[in-house]
């Protein structure tokens, strides 16, 4: 008896609306968020509002997320920024998805767009306004405008992605000189296309770059080097780890090698195979220098699922699906690593780290818990500083 498709469609339209609905309630009711950055954001827009010296949110400027999560959160509040932020990382994924897929229904777009929204990173990490996402979505509205020839939109989306998070230059640069799905274009063409994006850009940081009379002291971030290289590839192999989760990335790993061991090779000759290739390697070199948060590495995420896609069965991927959406509620960490501080508003400079297996709360548990982080970063009890912890509207 075959599989009626329609039910399928049904099963999992109804799953994806869930996960959906559910991002917009957690959306709705978490605030401001725990990432002191978001304060940051809404203090660039602030200043540029108030007509002062332009304040970088970082130690580089984020121009387009400053001006655009500065405003949603100075006219609207806390819950509108969040579900932009949230939306943004839907149309990412349905966007990269639609660009690097030869063929595609409803079924599989559904399909991998839950697996993506599985992923705890992914997810929970976008409930709350920060600044990846709006890269991300522009990122991949330039590639599915490069797909469709569309080469003035594909610059200019190019350009705001750049605008966003300038580390997403070397995205573009690797989607524009290594995406085959578009009309032949030879290496001049492309190079004017890179260079228009890098130019447009360029644009959003003209103001911090007059500010420090041309010099680019501003363009740096902050490097664990003190840890050395032992320390810092240890830190970038248990963070990339766990962003996949360990038991989801032993589960893809023992799957990859089952597939090769089968000399399985001809699932491998995927769409863009070495482009999404390269997105990975392109995120997890970044990455390496700087093993920060794990949602630098969402552009490797999604490439890493679409890949998993190609290659994976549907039951496969469904297992994974499960198994994703159970770190949300238990998760198991394999280290454990003592912070310099014990104080919860303090404790991000690790100092020591052992291998410890055990079962902890998952991304849910620690997602609602870190609510009220935001108070770590209030330093008085000004109209402002209630308005924030209570994400209403600034103004």
Known sequence: MKNNPFKLINYQILS??????????????????????TLALIGAYE?????????????????VAEIGIGFLSYQFGSFIANLFTFLFIILSCLFFFLSLSKKHNLNQTFLFLILCLS?????????????????????????????????ELAVLFFGISIGTRINFVLFVFVIIFFF????????IRRSILFMGSFFIGGLFYLTIWFQHGFGFEWLTAVTPNNQGLFGLTSRFIYKTIISITIVSFIFILINLINILRKKNINKFKISNYKLILLIILSNLVLFFFIPAELSYLQPFLVALYFLIFQVFSKKLIIILILLNLSSWFIDIDFISIKYKSDDACNNVEAVSAKFDVKIKNGKLFKYLDSREKIRCWILNDSERSKKILDGKALK
Not at 55 to 62: C, E, I, K, L, N
Not at 125 to 144: K, M, Q
Not at 180 to 187: S, T
């Open 119 to 151: 992923s705890p990173v992914l997810f929970f990490d976008n409930l709350e306004p920060i600044d990846y996402s709006w890269a991300f979505v522009f990122l991949t509205l330039g590639l599915y405008a490069l797909k469709k020839n569309y080469y």
């Open 180 to 187: 085959d799905h578009i009309r032949p274009l030879n290496l």
């Open 16 to 37: 994806l609306i869930s996960i959906i609905f559910t991002g917009i309630y957690l959306s709705f009711i978490g605030g401001y968020g725990s990432d002191e950055d």
């Open 47 to 63: 200043s540029m509002m108030g007509g002062e010296k332009v304040m970088a949110s970082r130690f580089t400027p984020y121009p």
